[in-house]
């Protein structure tokens, strides 16, 4: 099963933000004990050693091969290429950017970049991304996903932005192949303070939630 079919088939991604180094082995344990094996290590814009910062930790949960890694908030070509030396499979962007998606492609990882609106989606989809991040997925609606759907039935969707155990099904039956959760999912506060036993049972709770 290649990667692309790999994410619709486990259907939710956990989407680790800021995460410390030092904890993200711990963290990705603790999520694939809880049914989650597709993670996300985001870039930080922010901070001048983000981007090496977050390629260390990619480089960590690629080893041993029961994490699938990728990499979010990719910006720039340059970024896709450090995450795939690190051993990122695909590349998740807030924005469409024709450049970041073509390179993803050269690179043989798979394209995920953000949209709103429905002109963003389908540029995304031109320019060659497998799957098209609707972002913030919470403020769009489920609706918004079906509507969009009626003239858009080819390509395919990711919710992402207010993910949760309550809403991330109805977000599958709406027409997304997966789902991306963050905060709902992979709580800062219990990752600092080394609650791994709640980490898995918060991921147990949302895959729960998809397979009922």
Excluded at 71 to 94: F, L, N, W
Excluded at 111 to 138: D, N, W
Excluded at 152 to 165: N, R
């Amino acid at each position: 099963m290649d990667i692309l079919q790999i994410l619709k088939a486990r259907r939710v991604i956990a989407i680790l933000r800021g995460v410390p180094e030092e904890r993200i082995e711990d963290t990705a344990r603790a999520l694939y004990d809880g049914g989650v094996t597709c993670i996300e290590v985001t870039f930080d814009q922010s901070s001048a050693d983000g981007e090496t910062t977050a390629a260390r930790s990619i480089e960590r949960l690629s080893r041993g091969g029961l994490i699938l890694p990728g990499a979010g908030t990719v910006m720039t070509a340059r970024q896709v290429e450090t995450a795939y030396r690190a051993g990122a499979r695909y590349i998740i962007s807030p924005n469409v950017d024709a450049e970041v998606i073509a390179r993803t492609r050269e690179l043989g990882l798979v394209s995920i970049p953000g949209a709103f609106t429905p002109t963003e989606a389908a540029y995304a989809y031109q320019c060659g991304a497998q799957i098209v991040k609707l972002f913030p997925a919470s403020v769009l609606g489920t609706a918004y996903i079906k509507a969009l759907r009626g003239p858009y039935p080819h390509i395919p969707l990711a919710a992402v932005g207010g993910i949760s155990s309550a809403n991330a099904r109805a977000f599958l039956d709406a027409g997304c192949v997966c789902v991306g959760a963050g905060g709902a999912l992979a709580d800062m506060r219990v990752i600092r303070a080394g609650e791994w036993a709640a980490l898995t049972d918060a991921a147990r709770t949302l895959v729960e939630s998809i397979n009922a």
